[in-house]
């Protein structure tokens, strides 16, 4: 490219996204002249998906926007939390996020999840049949056009994704409603009902149970429930009651 010169300043949580020459303040930039902002921005590594503002000598500007020779622009992160309106607010998560997806739904937030690779293409027709925004660590895949609305988990730990997704969307928390394995919804199932899908000792032991209204697996205070109750507990304390205060 040998057009109109700009200079590029991007925001600190998005310089991991660009080159290490181009981190600095006022990165320059030759462009071709014709392509708008929003490519130059993904020409860098930016997925769109993660930008908020563009300005442009300090105006804001649209994606569409084309910059000519010498404009200053400023790529601002996405604000947090970010609206996403349109659509009751529920995520599709890429085959490498199963841990994610299960923290999620423990949680009472609508994740759905392919336990199976179904591939970008199909992934990406499912956020826009859905309107489910599509949580990747994949740019390319965020980088697809048809996808409704999409955002990079920026952490490879459970815990931190986690965080980042509550605290970049703040959804609504509902702890023990939803199905770990399947995403269905829960019901109060008693004992009786159950009775025959449960294994004797577990009968005798437990006695709190709920069920999938999607794949009836039955859900009770078990083994592992310390464990889950540490992960509703931190996610509640920290991110529970700023969800209270957004919604009036
Ligand atoms: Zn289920």
């Given at each position: 490219m040998n057009g109109p010169e700009i200079h590029i300043s991007v925001a600190p949580e998005l310089k991991?996204?660009?080159a290490a020459e181009r981190r600095g303040e006022r990165a320059r930039v030759v462009t071709?002249?014709?392509?708008?902002l929003g490519h130059v921005v993904e020409s860098l590594g930016?997925?769109?998906?993660?930008?908020g503002r563009l300005l442009v000598d300090g105006r804001e500007v649209p994606v569409a926007h084309v910059p000519g020779a010498g404009e200053s622009v400023e790529v601002h992160a996405v604000p947090r939390p970010q609206p996403v309106p349109g659509a009751p607010l529920r995520f599709l998560l890429d085959v490498h996020l199963g841990t994610l997806a299960r923290r999620l739904r423990l949680l009472g937030v609508d994740a759905a999840y392919e336990a199976?690779?179904?591939?970008d293409p199909a992934l990406a027709a499912l956020s826009a049949a859905e309107r489910r925004v599509l949580l990747s660590r994949d740019r390319g895949l965020l980088r697809?056009?048809?996808?409704?609305a999409g955002a990079y988990v920026?952490?490879?730990?459970p815990e931190e994704q986690l965080r980042d997704v509550l605290g970049r969307f703040a959804p609504r928390l509902a702890p023990?409603?939803?199905?770990?394995?399947?995403?269905g919804e829960l019901r109060d199932a008693d004992k009786e009902a159950v009775s025959e899908l449960l294994e004797h000792g577990t009968q005798r032991t437990y006695d709190v149970f709920a069920q999938c209204t999607a794949c009836d697996r039955v859900y009770w205070r078990g083994a592992h429930h310390e464990r889950l109750e540490a992960i509703v507990e931190n996610a509640v304390r920290e991110f529970g009651a700023a969800e209270a205060g957004l919604r009036p």
């Open positions: 991991l996204f660009v071709d002249g014709v392509s708008t930016i997925p769109l998906t993660e930008v199976e690779d179904i591939g697809r056009r048809e996808i409704w920026y952490s490879d730990r023990w409603t939803r199905c770990t394995a399947c995403n």
